[in-house]
T-cell receptor, first 117, second 114 residues
Framework: AQSVAQPEDQVNVAEGNPLTVKCTYS??????LFWYVQYPNRGLQFLLK??????LVKGSYGFEAEFNKSQTSFHLKKPSALVSDSALYFC???????????????FGTGTRLKVLA | NAGVMQNPRHLVRRRGQEARLRCSPM?????VYWYRQLPEEGLKFMVY????????ESGMPKERFSAEFPKEGPSILRIQQVVRGDSAAYFC????????????FGPGTRLTVL
């Protein structure tokens, strides 16, 4: 079965500094990987996805993620953090269920990002 | 095009009562997923439905929980005889048929069991 791991419960970064939120995955076959952001008392918002193609994926709000097959990682990055980026970030992988070919999504436990002014 | 709608946004129930959570997917979306988020935890998959069919309910407790997505109307997640451990945020997501890689989330229903 597919899985994702987010090794950091919380990441603190100063405003204006680059940020990285880590995600590693375990899949059989080619991975479909996603990042979502959740603001307080809100649903999840899609940031970006990797399906195929360039290893560097650009998404919403200036975020990008780098797919690294050898390290089985899909870290989320932003060159210059904003206080408004403070939120809960989830990495996810699409799981293909057996022979039925149905899809569900496996989420990591989330990383809380705090950007300090 | 309205996004995924969930209601109610907040639901308070006493132990033993029933909770009914509704999800209206985005227009044209025929696939719906339900997730549960316990406090300070990530999202856990519960059930995946298409119109009139349950495709995968492997994440849903065998007892007290049920889900449906009728031909007309919203998807319903039903929890019978709620217990305090059911207190959580329940999120619905929908996607288009044939577009497996992107799902859109609703704002969630926060269930509190007293």
């Amino acid at each position: 079965a597919q899985s994702v791991a987010q090794p950091e419960d919380q990441v603190n970064v100063a405003e204006g500094n680059p940020l990285t939120v880590k995600c590693t995955y375990s899949v059989s076959g080619n991975p479909y990987l996603f990042w979502y952001v959740q603001y307080p008392n809100r649903g999840l918002q899609f940031l970006l996805k990797y399906i195929t193609g360039d290893n560097l994926v650009k998404g919403s709000y200036g975020f990008e993620a780098e797919f690294n097959k050898s390290q089985t990682s899909f870290h989320l990055k932003k060159p210059s953090a904003l206080v408004s980026d403070s939120a809960l970030y989830f990495c996810a992988v699409r799981d293909i269920e057996g022979t039925s070919g149905t899809y569900k999504y496996i989420f990591g436990t989330g990383t809380r990002l705090k950007v300090l002014a | 095009n309205a996004g995924v709608m969930q209601n109610p946004r907040h639901l308070v129930r006493r132990r033993g009562q029933e909770a009914r959570l509704r999800c209206s997917p985005m227009k044209g979306h025929s696939h719906v997923y339900w997730y549960r988020q316990l406090p300070e935890e990530g999202l856990k998959f519960m059930v995946y439905l298409q119109k009139e069919n349950i495709i995968d309910e492997s994440g849903m407790p065998k007892e007290r929980f049920s889900a449906e997505f009728p031909k007309e109307g919203p998807s319903i997640l039903r929890i019978q005889q709620v217990v305090r451990g059911d207190s959580a945020a329940y999120f619905c997501a929908s996607r288009l048929a044939g577009v497996e890689y992107e799902q859109f989330f609703g704002p969630g229903t926060r269930l509190t069991v007293l």
